[in-house]
């Protein structure tokens, strides 16, 4: 079972158990078991896996299923009736609280901290730990007292002055109290809203403390760090900083290079077990002692301070990379390599504040990768997006950009990233002794790999700082990054790709004039292009020479496909002038964006070239031209019509990716501007004085094709009023899904609310009458009571809307309604259960919930479901007494016919295979539906071995052994995972094979004392079928359902029918052989079971009490066989 916090609405009294578990406590206890109902949710297709939990900022917890599909929320103590929206972007799920939407949408918190996709990828779940890493950040300039804090259960971490800082880490069980202590929240009705943070905290944004990532012989000479050695300069003297994964100074390489290390990781100490720090390290400043020079770093005479700051699987935590740089800084580094990154977004993070202000601060500059994000827009990551950084992206031995290298505009201000590039396409290099890296990359000597990525074109760079901080002494690190950019080799690319050039570091020695204003940034020019004025910026050159120097001008700049731009779009006035020794004398760079058709981001770089190419200064030039755009007005009001700033509205691209949340400003209003197109709007005024209820506006369809005002108006929503028969029963949950019609071959995306019931919301349309198809909204919600021996009863009610999205009223009759007896059984003892009964969407997508009754097995409930075409499936997990997740069972969605009673048995043997009917029926075996299925040459497997004997599949594991294989006449094929119940891959030949697949599964009688071990084997043939056809492969399951107790056992001494039915391939087909088979002593001995009339086994039982098992063999009429045998099946009792 899961934790009882947020279930004190139910009407039951609950207690908490060992591991979270909820348990019913009161006199209504039935004596099936006791049950507890609480608001759940979920969303997204397929079969479930085991539960994942992982708890919010705000002490919430966030329920997923094992394939990270959000299954629900519980709500912590205290926030029993708080709303939640939940919305699907990109293929992660955000779940956030109502009183953190403002918060959210006004920058104060980061948006990472309800991305819950992101946050098991990191490793922040619930299981992997039990507090939640936050970087909070202070107003003003010095931290205030931190008892707030820890008296809220935080832990605190490192100080991190730079950012004015504090790492900390709120324990996971306490996490409403300290959202409580550190925010101002008002209760208003239903609903709280928060609008800031408590004045004693002075918070000025809490952040999660995310995880940063690594950024995965001829290339040192090509960024001319041979010559530069020949000249008697490599970096000797000076202090290099590699911040990554750590150093191995066991490598002949590095042995004499590091003089100061520390871990800040939370490691296993500085050392490098993953490999990619001493790879880095050795590219910068190695030796090549091992490989006799042959694999020597640019800049070997440096020295190098470790600082570990990514652990020994490559990730780091944010605090620890902050921590780092402040350490390197404070060693004296002249130069820091940072190849590592994350994803930027919109404003400027704490890593990019850091690099800023030391940069500022000190003589250091910081090297940083760009990432590794391919060939996009805006996929430069953080830090590399810090306009501090030198960052850099990649290119292979020929100078072309490597087609991962991660490109601007950088996000937010469009400003130009990378800087320059560098070599980082299969670079060998330094191996870590016992790495991960070095098992398994590419060795083309004892002790070095070769690997690619931003990593790898960093410590080139890096070096190359190296060695100028040598030659110049004297020489900030912003005047290191002038002259590396100025002296770089261009290429045909956009200055947006590359930045100048790739790092030319013989040019780099001999510059003599720089620039040290950095990229022109043009920045964007509003459509249409017809009037914009042209736009003038100055470039000044300096002359450190004791002669002058005369420079011819030009501008060369690319559109993002590397066509050159318009005519007359870029220029340099004057096209020739004359530096004077020891002087500066400047230029003027026009962007003129009336010039050409197309739009877009362009860039490139003006050169200054002498007569005699011995001095080169390239300075990079970026514009945007925007596209057709136009002014969105978001005006929001509350219920007397007054303007209101607790608002927020989200505005999704229908044509485009494209999702931001807005805020509302202090007037209401806010006018953004946008690209022509259509989007879906919808607004939520949260409640104020005027208000107790939350009104939601939604606007299916907004042709933007001219400047656009919205005024986002709570009286235009209507409540949900809705009644059900029985008038004890009451509204325990309620979810709201909302979908727009998007372009055709753009991702669904879905967002909706999950609430702990329907009062106090609204929900209303915006806008024109739109088509039907245009927009798509399903309510959904329960009314519980108990029927007189204290058992759950629950209407489950659920409306497709089509065209008007709005609240409306409903008044349920009893003949509307089936009924459904629905029964758990229990094999096993002092087990409990979680039962879900969910809604579907028209196209079989889970959305919103699952109504989630918990309690003790074996379990009955009574369920009415409202006949109006909306489909319905019921699943069940069963927990042990310590609430670990055990197994899974999955029903199928379907319609429930008005005035019919049925029953849904579930957990109750005989436990085999199952398929659900015939070959294909139930979907897709990719998206998580039972079956064997062909595309190209991948064979797709997903067999269950443990369904119910109603043929409900299963999920879950719980396995004592599992063992999968697949045959191709004879020959062992390897596969992705094992066992099957999970989706399985094989990789097979083209040409038409037998095949032999098999299945063999045991679990733990603890778990369950019938079906303790499954194996099925298969025979088939198989040929190649085109990469864009799926065809569903002939295998074919039995399925036995005989009438057992609720305990799968049945009566000794007595005969016995067994129903049997055919499963996949050969259902509704006439086997060429069906033939079975029982034990009654575990599979020690056979004997051949007849069947009857083909549909049923009639057996007679030992008059001992024991166990029956049962085998099936089948050969269908295309010769395809089946082998299946279930020890235990199920049990007999006296």
């Known amino acids: 079972m899961v934790a009882a916090a947020g279930l004190a609405s139910t009407a039951l009294l609950l207690t908490a158990l060992p591991g979270g578990l909820a348990r019913a406590a009161s006199a209504g206890t039935s004596a099936d078991g006791s049950f507890s109902v609480s608001a759940q949710g979920s969303s997204g297709t397929g079969k479930p896996r085991p539960l994942k939990t992982v708890t919010l900022v705000t002490g919430d917890q966030v329920m997923m299923d094992g394939a990270g599909k959000v299954t629900g929320v519980v709500r912590a103590k205290g926030r029993e009736r708080m709303p939640f929206s939940v919305r699907e972007i990109d293929g992660h799920t955000h779940v956030v609280p109502g009183d953190a939407e403002l918060l959210l949408a006004r920058g104060k918190l980061d948006s990472r901290l309800f991305d819950v ?28 007292a931190m008892s707030p804090f820890t008296g809220a259960g935080a832990k605190m971490g490192r100080a991190l002055p730079v950012v004015n800082g504090k790492a900390m880490r709120p324990v996971k069980k306490r996490g409403a109290e300290f959202w409580d202590a550190v925010t101002d929240t008002a209760a208003k009705g239903d609903a709280r809203t928060t609008a800031g943070f408590t004045a004693s905290t002075a918070v000025e944004k809490v952040w999660l403390d995310g995880r940063r990532r690594a950024s995965l012989d001829k290339s040192v000479p090509q960024i001319g760090a041979s010559t530069a050695w020949a000249a008697g300069y490599d970096g000797t003297g000076v202090k290099v900083a590699v911040l990554d994964t750590g150093v191995d100074k066991t490598h002949p390489d590095l042995a004499s290079q590091v003089i100061a290390e520390q871990d800040f990781s939370g490691s296993s100490g500085p050392g490098d077990k993953f490999g990619h720090g001493t790879h880095v390290a050795s590219i910068m400043a190695g030796t090549g002692a091992k490989s006799g020079g042959k694999y020597k770093g640019v800049a070997p005479g440096a020295k190098i301070l470790n600082g570990k700051v990514l652990d020994d699987g490559g990730w780091g935590p944010d605090s620890g990379v902050i921590a780092g740089m402040e350490w390197a800084v404070a060693q004296g580094a002249d130069v820091v390599n940072l190849s590592l990154g994350y994803t930027d977004t919109h404003g400027i993070d704490p890593l990019e504040e850091t690099v800023n202000r030391l940069s500022a601060e000190s003589d250091t500059l910081f090297v940083i990768a760009a990432g590794n994000e391919g060939a996009s827009e805006q996929t430069v990551g953080s830090p590399g997006s810090a306009e501090a950084a030198l960052t850099v992206g990649a290119v292979d031995k020929s100078d072309q950009l490597g087609d991962f290298s991660s490109r601007g505009p950088r996000v937010g201000d469009g400003g130009v990233k990378p800087d320059l590039t560098a070599p980082g396409v299969d670079i060998t290099a330094a191996a870590a002794a016992g790495s991960d890296l070095e098992a398994s990359k590419p060795s083309p000597v004892p002790g070095y790999i070769t690997i690619g990525g ?3 074109a960093t410590p080139h760079v890096a070096g190359a700082a190296a060695i100028l901080a040598q030659q110049h002494p004297d020489w900030t690190g912003e005047r290191i990054k002038s002259v590396l950019t100025a002296s770089a080799k261009p290429g045909s690319y956009s200055s947006f790709q590359q930045g100048t050039g790739r790092t030319d570091l013989v040019r780099a020695l001999a510059q003599g004039v720089v620039t040290e204003q950095g990229p022109i940034n043009f920045g964007s020019q509003q459509w249409p292009h017809n009037d914009d004025e ?61 010039s050409g058709s197309a739009d877009g981001t362009f860039g490139g770089s003006v050169s200054a070239v002498s007569a005699d190419d ?118 325990t949950e309620a979810t709201v899904a909302i979908r727009y019609e998007r372009a055709a071959g753009m991702p669904k995306n879905t967002s909706g609310y999950w609430l702990p019931t329907f009062q106090g919301m609204r929900f209303g349309q915006l806008g024109p009458e739109v088509p039907a198809d245009t927009g798509f909204a399903q309510y959904s919600g329960d ?43 229990a094999p096993a003892a002092d087990k409990d259960v979680l039962v879900a009964v969910s809604p579907h969407m028209p196209d079989g997508d889970l959305w919103g919930r699952y109504d989630l009754l918990r309690g003790d097995l074996p379990l009955r409930t009574t369920d009415y479901i409202l006949d109006n075409g909306v489909k319905w499936s019921f699943a069940m997990q069963q927990y042990s007494a310590e609430g670990a997740s055990e197994y899974q069972l999955q029903g199928t969605p379907r319609t429930w016919q008005a005035g019919q009673s049925y ?34 040459n991948v064979i797709t497997a997903l067999l269950p071995l443990f369904g119910d004997g109603a043929g409900h599949y299963d999920s879950g594991g719980g396995y004592a052994s599992a063992e999968s294989s697949l045959q191709a006449d004879g020959e062992e094929i390897p596969h992705s995972s094992s066992p099957a119940d999970s989706i399985t891959e094989f990789t097979v030949p083209d040409e038409a094979r037998a095949y032999k697949l098999t299945l063999d599964n045991s679990r733990d009688p603890g778990l369950s004392p019938v079906s303790t071990r499954v194996r099925a084997e298969w025979t088939f043939r198989s040929a190649g079928v085109p990469e864009d056809e799926t065809t569903d492969l002939p295998l074919s399951v039995v399925r036995f359902s005989p009438e057992l107790s609720l305990d799968s056992t049945a009566k000794a001494g007595e005969r016995f029918d067994v129903p049997f039915t055919v499963e996949g391939a050969s259902a509704g087909r006439q086997p060429a052989k069906l033939a ?49 045998t279930i020890e235990r099946a199920y049990l007999t009792a006296g």
């Open 903 to 936: 029953t849904e048995r579930f957990n109750v043997g005989v436990f085999g295979p199952a398929l659900g009917g015939a070959a294909g029926s139930m979907g897709s075996v990719a998206m998580g539906n039972p079956g064997v299925e062909r595309s190209g």
């Open 454 to 456: 931003t990593s790898m």
């Open 783 to 825: 009314w519980t009571t108990q029927d007189d021996e204290g058992r759950p009863v629950t209407y489950h009610l659920s409306w497709d809307r089509r065209g008007d999205l709005g609240g409306f009223a409903a008044k349920v009759e009893q003949n509307q309604l089936a009924k459904v007896d629905f029964q758990a059984g």
């Open 614 to 731: 011995k001095v080169a200064v390239r300075t990079a030039v970026g514009v945007q031209r925007e596209v057709e755009s136009f002014d969105l007005t978001l005006k929001h009001i509350d219920e007397n019509g007054k303007p209101t700033s607790d608002a927020v509205t989200t505005v999704e691209g229908l044509d485009r990716d494209f999702y931001t949340r807005y805020a509302a400003e202090e007037d209401g209003e806010l006018t953004v501007r946008l690209p022509k197109g259509d989007y879906g709007l919808t607004g939520v005024i949260h409640p104020d004085s005027t208000s107790s209820a939350q009104a939601v506006l939604m606007q299916p369809r907004l042709r933007l094709d001219q400047d656009t005002t919205v005024t986002v108006d709570p009286r235009q929503a209507q409540p949900l009023d809705i009644t059900v028969p029985d008038a004890a029963a009451k509204n």
């Open 117 to 144: 996709t992101q946050l098991v990828a990191d490793g922040y779940d619930d299981a992997g730990r039990g507090d939640l890493p936050l970087i909070v950040t202070f107003k003003g300039k010095k931290a205030p």
């Open 534 to 594: 042209p736009v003038t910026k100055q470039l000044t050159y300096k002359n450190f020479g004791t002669e002058p120097v005369t420079l011819d001008l030009s501008v060369d700049a690319f559109s993002v496909d590397g066509k050159p731009t318009a005519e007359g779009m870029f220029s340099v006035s004057p096209q020739r002038l004359t530096v004077p020794a020891g002087g500066e004398a400047s230029a003027n760079v026009t962007a003129d964006t009336r």
């Open 1076 to 1124: 079975f088979e029982v034990s009654y002593d575990e599979g020690a001995t056979w004997q051949t079971a007849e069947a009857v009339d083909g549909t049923h086994l009639s057996l007679r039982h030992p008059a001992e009490p024991g166990s029956v098992s049962l085998r099936a063999e089948l050969t269908d009429d295309s010769g395809n066989t089946l082998l299946q």
